[in-house]
């Protein structure tokens, strides 16, 4: 079975533009997960979202957005980037219902910003 | 809020030598705990984690770690390292009874080994 997978893998843009991240779950997961991971780092939690809402949010500020679509995949959305956008963004997915579930986590797409 | 301490930041080792990579975390509710590996130009990979239940935990690749609730610390060790293992490694803690919920992570320790 297919592990998580996102698109673009690299990505470079401009200061002020804006960049849409996207992420397919593993199947069978409804549960999809976006950290930031800036060079020399932890990742740093984003947004968590289930069955189409918003479950969790990180410190971020408003420019950062999600969406999760009714197949499950999700976008992550980042306005007016700046310089310290540049970061690997990954995105998790993991299964629901009673119990723990892991979360499965992609490559990451590397985005920088110049 | 729950908040993780990775006490070494760079851990060079021989190959087949010891290694212990140290983790501490502060919480103000029960947590899960968890080892995650990441190779160059990859995401992460989980390497074993404590919901509850014994203190000492198995992982992949030879890995294991023990929870000590007295000493908020949860160490990953591993009796003798392989080239192969050369990578980052981060701890990470979400809070108990959560199924699926944020994970906080460590700032990374990068184990280096060398021939």
């Known amino acids: 079975d297919a592990g998580v997978t996102q698109s673009p893998t690299h990505l470079i843009k401009t200061r002020g533009q804006q960049v849409t991240l996207r992420c397919s779950p593993i199947?069978?997961?409804?549960?999809v997960s976006w950290y930031q991971q800036v060079l020399g780092q932890g990742p740093q939690f984003i947004f968590q979202y289930y069955e189409k809402e918003e479950r969790g949010r990180g410190n971020f500020p408003d420019r950062f957005s999600a969406r999760q679509f009714p197949n499950y995949s999700s976008e992550l959305n980042v306005n007016a980037l700046l310089l310290g956008d540049s970061a690997l963004y990954l995105c998790?997915?993991?299964?629901?219902?009673?119990?723990?579930?892991?979360?499965?986590f992609g490559p990451g797409t590397r985005l920088t910003v110049t | 809020a729950q908040s993780v301490t990775q006490l070494d930041s760079q851990v060079p080792v021989f190959e087949e030598a010891p290694v212990e990579l140290r983790c501490n975390y502060s919480s103000s509710v029960s947590v899960y705990l968890f080892w995650y590996v990441q190779y160059p130009n990859q995401g992460l990979q989980l390497l074993l984690k404590y919901l509850s239940g014994s203190t000492l935990v198995k992982g992949i690749n030879g890995f294991e770690a023990e929870f000590n609730k007295s000493q908020t610390s949860f160490h990953l060790r591993k009796p003798s390292v392989h080239i192969s293992d050369t990578a980052e490694y981060f701890c990470?803690?979400?809070?108990?009874?959560?199924?699926?919920?944020?994970?906080?992570f460590g700032q990374g320790t990068i184990l280096t080994v060398h021939p």
């Open positions: 199947s069978g997961h409804k549960s």
């Open positions: 998790a997915s993991s299964s629901t219902g009673p119990g723990f579930h892991e979360q499965y």
């Open positions: 990470a803690v979400t809070p108990g009874g959560t199924s699926y919920g944020k994970l906080t």
